[in-house]
């Protein structure tokens, strides 16, 4: 499986101070760049590069080939030797992409970078030089920004090519990839696998809501009335004595009124109901995974024509 990284690129910059490097490091890492590494410590213990010849063979030379682990060229190898010596503190930062490159380099700038070629043209008046000793490099990839000069120094890996062609040179006769190879010498082969979690999401709600509403209604009742009418007869006959007495006549009139009764009764019941069900879906992504390609350049003619098991891969 072939894996396009994309262009990357680094930089590495100087600084006088640890707390300049602290904040340039903490920017980067705010700005979402969090390859960031600090390199110098409290600056003991980090060895010397010894300008006399005499000392070549005796002196610590365990950080000053860490730098070239950078791929710095020559001079500016041996300028962040002698910077880190001196007291400063060197900030390398790895796999930049393109579209955060110009951040990087604004940031740190802004923390206050060391212009590295008047630092080192500094040095230099006061009697420093180059050491002598170490052999010659292959060309590197590292560059200055003209628009920083001597400010940071970066180098570009272009990896979209190398996964096409599965070549990589770099300087310093090395064939390994850059920053794959560890300290013990042991390329490590990372891949990524896909682990797929589930989450629930709202979709929305349905809400019912029950409210009280008043509707003017009519009905039409038949009512019954009585009524009282005097009716007066002339008669002639011959009136007795009990015609003389008092007496009184009365009656009673009903009518009939509408009464209002309502009787509230249920009609409907309306409840909610949740009904589950399932679909699959497809899940589309990619993952890296670290190939390596093994070239044995060896002459086995000067080893007699025999391939050892331990050359076997």
């Known amino acids: 499986m072939t894996t396009d990284y994309g262009s990357t690129r680094s930089l590495s910059a100087m600084f006088d101070t640890r707390a300049e490097a602290d904040r340039a490091v903490a920017a980067l890492m705010e700005a979402g760049i969090a390859d960031a590494v600090l390199t110098?410590?409290?600056?003991?213990?980090?060895?010397?590069?010894?300008?006399?010849?005499?000392?070549?063979?005796?002196?610590?030379?365990?950080?000053?080939e860490q730098l070239g682990d950078f791929f710095f060229p020559?001079?500016?190898?041996?300028?962040?030797?002698?910077?880190?010596?001196?007291?400063?503190f060197l900030v390398t930062v790895d796999n930049i992409p393109p579209d955060q490159y110009e951040r990087a380099l604004d940031i740190l700038d802004d923390e206050g970078a060391v212009d590295l070629d008047a630092r080192e043209a500094e040095w230099r008046s006061e009697g420093w030089t180059n050491d002598p000793m170490v052999g010659s490099m292959a060309a590197a990839t590292t560059t200055r920004d003209e628009g920083l000069p001597g400010t940071v120094a970066s180098r570009t890996v272009d990896r979209a090519a190398d996964a096409l062609t599965g070549d990589r040179t770099y300087a310093a006769d090395r064939t390994y990839a850059e920053d794959d190879l560890n300290r013990d010498g042991k390329i490590d082969i990372v891949e990524e696998r896909l682990s797929i979690a589930k989450r629930e999401q709202e979709l929305g709600r349905v809400r019912v809501r029950s409210y009280v509403k008043e509707t003017p209604v009519e009905e039409t009742v038949n009512l019954r009335e009585e009524h009282v009418s005097i009716e007066r007869r002339p008669v002639d006959r011959a009136a007795t004595?009990?015609?003389?007495?008092?007496?009184?006549?009365?009656?009673?009139e009903y009518a009939e009124e509408a009464v209002v009764n309502k009787e509230a009764r249920v009609v409907?019941?309306?409840?909610?109901?949740?009904?589950?069900?399932?679909r699959d879906q497809v899940v589309r992504d990619s993952v890296r995974k670290t190939e390596v390609e093994v070239v044995d350049e060896r002459n086995d003619s000067l080893r007699g024509g025999v391939?050892?098991?331990?050359?076997?891969?």
């Open 307 to 313: 391939l050892r098991d331990e050359d076997k891969i």
């Open 268 to 278: 409907e019941e309306i409840a909610l109901k949740k009904e589950q069900s399932s």
């Open 241 to 252: 004595d009990a015609d003389f007495r008092d007496q009184s006549v009365e009656a009673r």
């Open 74 to 88: 020559d001079e500016d190898r041996y300028t962040y030797a002698e910077g880190l010596n001196r007291g400063a």
């Open 40 to 64: 110098g410590g409290e600056n003991q213990g980090y060895g010397s590069v010894a300008t006399d010849p005499t000392l070549a063979e005796n002196r610590d030379r365990g950080f000053f």
